[in-house]
């Protein structure tokens, strides 16, 4: 597509439920990159998709978090058993080999975790 | 470990008037530094990013960054701002080698323009 295109939009769960976040790159983009959005945390670096290889989980929070990414393409990002401190912006971004360093964003799916 | 620092976490500027948003890092050695910028309820668009070469790095929508090795900065400057600049500002790192194309964002510079 001609973004990379995140849904929901907004999502609003109960604690102690599972969420299901989406991210669809830009067609060709072999990079993929979730952040987190959070008053007084700010940008935080969640988990990166290169190509095949396998994924940078680095930033991931706790085990409650995981993320896949199905043939190189869209990827999701699943929370189990969602807290309140959950509650927050979750961007996506892709970048192709040519665009390097400097990827696109997502408009994100604001979490608010009741 | 790196670390991006805006001091500034308010701005306010007449529209017309310039503008400079600081940005600091420490970092082992020289890393990739950006702008973005974010308006309310959207993403976050990259603005203007240094590898090498020319200090003095020419962005989108007017926007100019310089960076001085010597103080650690890559300050954001715009000669003239519009009402439409009102945005949050965020400038980030990133490794020249390994660390997986990872960005570290500073906590962001909330900029608004007085008419």
């Known amino acids: 597509g001609a973004g990379v295109s995140q849904s929901p939009s907004n999502k609003v769960t109960e604690k102690g439920k599972d969420v299901e976040l989406r991210c669809d790159p830009i067609?060709?983009?072999?990079?993929l990159y979730w952040y987190r959005q959070s008053l007084g945390q700010g940008l935080e670096f969640l988990i990166y998709f290169q190509g095949n290889s396998a994924p940078d989980k680095s930033g991931l929070p706790s085990d409650r978090f995981s993320a896949e990414r199905t043939g190189g393409s869209v990827s999701t990002l699943t929370i189990q058993r969602t807290q309140q401190e959950d509650s927050a912006v979750y961007l996506c971004?892709?970048?192709?080999?040519?665009?390097?360093?400097?990827?696109?964003f997502g408009s994100g799916t604001r979490l608010t975790v009741v | 470990a790196q670390s991006v620092t805006q001091p500034d976490i308010h701005i306010t500027v007449s529209e017309g008037a310039s503008l400079e948003l600081r940005c600091n890092y420490s970092y082992g050695a020289t890393p990739y530094l950006f702008w973005y910028v974010q308006s309310p309820g959207q993403g976050l668009q990259l603005l203007l990013k240094?590898?090498?070469?020319?200090?003095l790095v020419q962005g989108i929508k007017g926007f100019e960054a310089e960076f001085k090795r010597s103080q650690s900065s890559f300050n954001l400057r715009k000669p003239s701002v519009h009402w439409s600049d009102a945005a949050e500002y965020f400038c980030?790192?990133?490794?020249?080698?390994?660390?997986?194309?990872?960005?570290?964002f500073g906590t962001g510079t909330q900029l608004k323009v007085e008419l």
């Open positions: 240094y590898f090498s070469g020319d200090t």
């Open positions: 980030a790192v990133a490794p020249l080698t390994g660390g997986g194309n990872k960005l570290t």
């Open positions: 067609s060709g983009h072999t990079a």
């Open positions: 971004a892709s970048s192709s080999q040519k665009e390097g360093i400097g990827y696109t």
